[in-house]
């Protein structure tokens, strides 16, 4: 199974998967800054479209590598433009053409995940949340405003904010 990044046509807003990458739980520390508990939660934001760049390269999943159904390989193969985006991302406006009737890969929710990449409800903030960073780090580079934008977005969604 693949670590998402986000789910494949996510016009989304998905985050395209990454390859696996195993990691050992840390120790958790006795005491807690602060900001200490905070959770992120996952949210897409508006002018990224970080996952419409649907050919990635090879630190990314391949389709063969997300999907099962042949269909679903197909279908997102038929996505992808000369350019390597999604062939309904309007890169003038940065919106997905098709985002009410995108595929359902294209969706960054609980249940795809779980379906997709086997990543648990519980985990599914945590897990989007990495995945886009991973995206929007491959497609606009770290330093970029996209991430910046991510960043603050998913900060300023978590328990405790205004």
């Known amino acids: 199974m693949s670590h998402i990044t986000t789910v494949p046509g996510f016009g989304v807003v998905s985050c395209s998967a990454h390859k696996p990458v195993l990691k050992k739980p840390k120790p958790s520390k006795s005491t807690?800054?602060?900001g200490a508990g905070r959770k992120e939660l996952w949210r897409c934001v508006e002018n990224c479209g970080a996952c419409c760049k649907l050919a990635k390269g090879p630190a990314f999943a391949t389709p063969e590598e997300i999907f099962t159904d042949p269909s679903d390989i197909e279908l997102y193969k038929s996505l992808i433009g000369p350019d390597g985006w999604c062939i309904h991302y309007e890169?003038?406006?940065?919106?997905?053409?098709?985002?009410?009737d995108r595929?359902?890969?294209?969706?960054?929710?609980?249940d795809i995940f779980k379906k997709l990449y086997g990543i648990q409800n519980k985990m599914f903030n945590k897990e989007a949340c990495s995945c886009c960073r991973d995206t929007i780090k491959a497609i606009y580079g770290s330093p970029s405003k996209e991430l910046d934008n991510?960043?603050?977005?998913v900060k300023d969604s978590g328990p405790g904010s205004a």
């Open 32 to 34: 807690k800054g602060f």
């Open 91 to 100: 890169k003038s406006t940065r919106k997905c053409s098709i985002y009410n």
């Open 103 to 110: 595929p359902y890969f294209c969706r960054v929710e609980p």
């Open 150 to 153: 991510f960043n603050r977005s």
